[in-house]
């Protein structure tokens, strides 16, 4: 392993190729050792009160509004206020930053693509820096891409407007290290983006824009605030050029939104319901309350009332402010089969049109297929308007912390023991493969989705619940469930396929993170240990 260290106190593990020269620049090195060096002790702090946090709840206390903080709460105050290009939201495309991907996204019949480092990206070194360089293309207009056919992609006229996920505070970037440490994995993607985009992306007429996932506190967004405004300093910029969405995607998170909004109150343009990691936390941050357990994961909609719940709140919260409150992601693959397509379709409008009534101001779409679908029902309930800051719901009655505990009723049935099975390990495979983003059973699953997946299996084993049948759920049948869904696994991929992949590896990590007595809190940090 190559080691070398450009002029500061940042070592990285791997040779420069042209690549890495073309993002690792001497000033944008610099740059990032300076966020680096200034900001990392902090994180540290943050993610050590998230343990102290989450310590306090497995010994049986609840998450709940902080009185502390209720000041912040019952004041009349607003947001800084929201650039032009960011004030029609109404539908918003993800995906990773992979090149082609990058051009379809901002081609789709969609206002915004959120890039992503994050969830739908598996973080090797070679697609973290390949990102960096197809994002500073696409902000330049120049990116292009010619797939092995000879077919050419390219940016129409008016793209999409950009925001880049940086990945949360939890995740490393290993092949960086700081005082022997790996580095936050967010500052690498924050400074590179920023560094190389800020002054063509206000030239174009729009700004350094950022999706800031798995926040679980106010300090946490405070500390991202302190990054934002070092930086505009640094770079003599008016504060409040940089800004950010947040994602509302843990179960603490939803406590403190008004908090949040806050301490970011230059920087902040909106809120958004990630439920899929919103699910996942609900199950993570409640592991030890054998009373919350959710069900099914196919049964756990945005009806069920503590959903339901959050979603109300979110909007009512960032509307008060002046800030968007961004609806959730629509994870369906439109289908070739014209009658399966239908059912999909239907089931997005279905879903888009509770968001769009709730009084969202827009949503996520994970394929630029359902575009179409998703853009005519928002259109329809927005009319000429740009967005509903003006929907209040100050009708509403006053959302209970009990509200957004509520356990959630359904069944555990082998079948969706066993889908979760299959889900995570060829999630995993993918993952570890160097896929962060995969279609399955015609749903695309990111990191929050196979999350869910693994983590509900490992509730029902630590509290020794019995499926629907009257089996309980020990690791004895999960694992008898596993080697027979291995093989299901291999007849639906195919021998070479699976042969050629990790499926031996990932169910082994599927083996380990499910049946371990101490939930880990992300499968993505085993799985980094298996990425290049």
Known sequence: MTQQTVGTELTFTQGFTAAERQ???????????????????????????????????????????????????????????????????????????????????????????????????????????????????????????????????QLKPNPAVLIARVRGLHLPEKHVLWRGEAIPGGLFDFA???????????????????????????????????????????????????????????LPAVFQMDEILYHLRDHIVGLNCGRWDYIFSYIKTL??????????????????????????????TCHKRGAFAMGGMAAFIPSKDAEKNAWVLNKVRADKELEANNGHDGTWVAHPGLADTVMEVFSGVLGNRQNQLEVLRESDAPISAAQLLEPCEGERSEAGMRANIRVAVQYIEAWISGNGCVPIYGLMEDAATAEISRTSIWQWIHHEKSLSD???????????????????????VGEARFNAGRFEEAARLMERITTQDE???FLTLPGYELLA
């Open 470 to 492: 009257g089996r309980p759920v020990t690791k004895a049948l999960f694992r008898q469930m596993l080697q027979e869904e291995m093989l299901v696994v291999r007849e639906e």
């Open 287 to 316: 592991k030890n309350h054998g009373d919350r357990v959710l069900p099914d994961r196919q049964s756990v909609t945005m009806e069920k009332s503590f959903l339901s719940a959050y979603s109300r709140l979110l909007i009512r």
């Open 192 to 250: 590179l983006y920023f560094f190389h985009n800020y002054r063509q992306l206000l030239a174009n007429g729009s700004g350094p824009y950022f999706y800031l996932p798995k926040t679980q506190s106010w300090q946490e967004a405070a500390w991202w605030g302190d990054v934002f405004s070092f930086t505009e300093d640094r770079f003599d910029l008016p504060r409040g050029t940089i800004k950010a969405t947040v994602l509302i995607e843990t």
């Open 519 to 521: 939930l880990i809190d």
């Open 23 to 153: 993002v690792l620049t001497d000033d944008a090195v610099e740059f990032l050792a300076e966020l680096v060096g200034k900001f990392t002790p902090r994180r540290n702090e943050l993610l050590a009160a998230r343990a102290s946090a989450q310590h306090k709840i497995d010994q049986g206390a609840l998450p709940d509004f902080i009185s502390e903080t209720a000041s912040i709460r019952d004041s009349e105050w607003k947001i800084r206020g929201i650039p032009q290009d960011l004030r029609d939201r109404r539908v918003e495309i993800t995906g990773p930053v992979e090149r082609k991907m990058v051009i379809n996204a901002l081609n789709a019949n969609v206002k915004v693509f959120m890039a992503d480092f994050e969830d739908s990206l598996a973080p090797s070194w070679d697609k973290v820096i390949e990102g960096q360089i197809n994002l500073h293309d696409a902000v330049n207009g120049t990116i292009s891409y010619t797939n092995e056919a000879g077919k050419i992609y």
